[in-house]
């Protein structure tokens, strides 16, 4: 099945059409499995309420109909904060804090990578956060909100996603690929240190900031505040729809609208940024 041919120009590795068609299924088996749970959400948000709750149950929908978005929307319109407050909420929060995360974690990254610093030693610690479980940390997050008095602002949304360890590992093991030579160049042609980290070091690291856009939109995308947002106002559009759906059994198919409402801004921006998200889980390891 594989095979390896020798040339002037070193190794060369063959497949055999067989061995290609074999990776090729084995790969759309695997892709078709992690694909299944999007289209049933997909597919339950086009269900009539009666085969929503059929059983034994059934995977395509047989009679599809818009009236779970119709019912979502004409929820919507009877809240007393207008849907589009909620919305705003989101996309601003999401959109502040994204970008002042990738810019905390760059600006914190590019010393760890490139520079001969004593307190290095505090990335493993870093790295070591990754393995918490992100509940531990309500009660601490609720304790420091509350003592710098930011409950019940946007600020409550903010600060706390602003410093990620994850963007942080990220950037810094791009960052570390960066030739020495590079910054030094840049140096000596009297370029200064911001200079040299917005112009040469991150143009070099898009990949990694790219993913970490990514994630962050999509962490942030679904909050919803809970114990510290209390004003309506306030609520992101996660929060609205949830309590919308949590009026019983009828407003299930609702809530199937809404959960495929919420899910498709992050998708449409992993659509657009997917090559860079593999190109960044392929370097993000290779060199420490």
């Not at 996309?91 to 990254?109: D, E, N, P, R, W």
């Not at 992101?236 to 609208?257: D, E, F, L, S």
């Amino acid at each position: 099945m594989l095979g390896i041919k020798r040339s002037k120009t070193g190794i060369k590795t063959n497949r055999s059409r067989t061995g290609n068609m074999l990776i090729f299924l084995l790969l759309a088996a695997f892709g078709a499995f992690m694909a299944l749970p999007l289209v049933y959400a997909i597919v339950n948000a086009f269900k009539p309420l009666n085969e929503i709750f059929l059983f034994p149950p059934r995977f395509f929908v047989q009679h599809p109909t818009w009236g779970n978005f119709a019912m979502l929307f004409k929820l919507t319109a009877n809240l007393w904060v207008p849907f589009s407050r909620y919305i705003f909420n989101s996309l601003f929060i999401c959109v502040v804090t994204t970008a002042g995360s990738v810019i905390i974690c760059s600006l914190a990254a590019y010393p760890l990578a490139k520079y001969n610093l004593s307190y290095r030693w505090l990335f493993p610690l870093v790295v070591m956060t990754l393995l918490f479980n992100g509940t531990v940390l309500d009660i601490p997050n609720f304790i420091i909100i509350s003592k710098l008095d930011i409950l019940n602002t946007y600020w409550a949304y903010i600060l706390p996603n602003l410093a990620v360890p994850l963007g942080l590992f990220l950037m810094k093991q791009f960052m570390t690929q960066i030739p020495d030579s590079l910054i030094e160049a840049a140096r000596i042609d009297g370029a200064s240190q911001f200079a040299i980290f917005w112009k040469i070091v991150m143009p070099s690291v898009k990949p990694a900031w790219l993913t970490l856009v990514i994630f962050s939109f999509q962490a942030i995308w679904n909050q919803q505040g809970i114990g510290v947002i209390f004003d309506e106002e306030l609520k992101t559009m996660p929060a609205a729809i949830n309590q919308i759906v949590q009026g019983g059994i009828a407003r299930t198919g609702a809530a199937m609208a809404g959960s495929l409402f919420l899910m498709t801004p992050p998708i449409i921006i992993f659509l657009l940024t997917q090559k860079s998200v593999i190109e960044t889980m392929v370097h993000s390891g290779i060199k420490e």
